[in-house]
């Protein structure tokens, strides 16, 4: 698990270098916005709507619009996922693992269902 973390942590490092925005401000754009807005793509194409995706981009826009500092936003919605990821070191967990789990894996098994609804229905 400490490898997989390692492996995000420097891809995270060299988006920071390549787009000049901070590691945190990436965290927030991938895990809040990106991925979130996939998964809204995906389920369109599940539903053959467009609804999701507009609507997310709708509401994302929105909210980007009220934030005065996008840097300021960026720590504090981190530092609160931190926050909450070391919530499972009461039961055992660490913030390593729990990141691992909660933000690799989870995402990846959430595709993986959306994928197989969305591309590999079965024919009626």
Known sequence: MEYLFKITYDFLKFLEKLTGFSYNEINIII??????????????????????????GIISTF??????????????????????LNLFNSTGSTYMLSSVIICLFLPIGIYVFLIRKAYFRKKK
Not at 33 to 43: A, D, E, K, Y
């Open 31 to 56: 895990w809040f916005f990106i991925i979130p807005f996939t998964w809204m793509i995906l389920l369109d194409k599940i539903f053959s709507k467009h609804y999701y995706k507009i609507g997310f």
């Open 63 to 84: 909210i980007l619009l009220l934030i005065n500092d996008f840097r300021t936003f960026s720590n504090w919605l981190f530092f609160l996922s931190v926050d909450f």
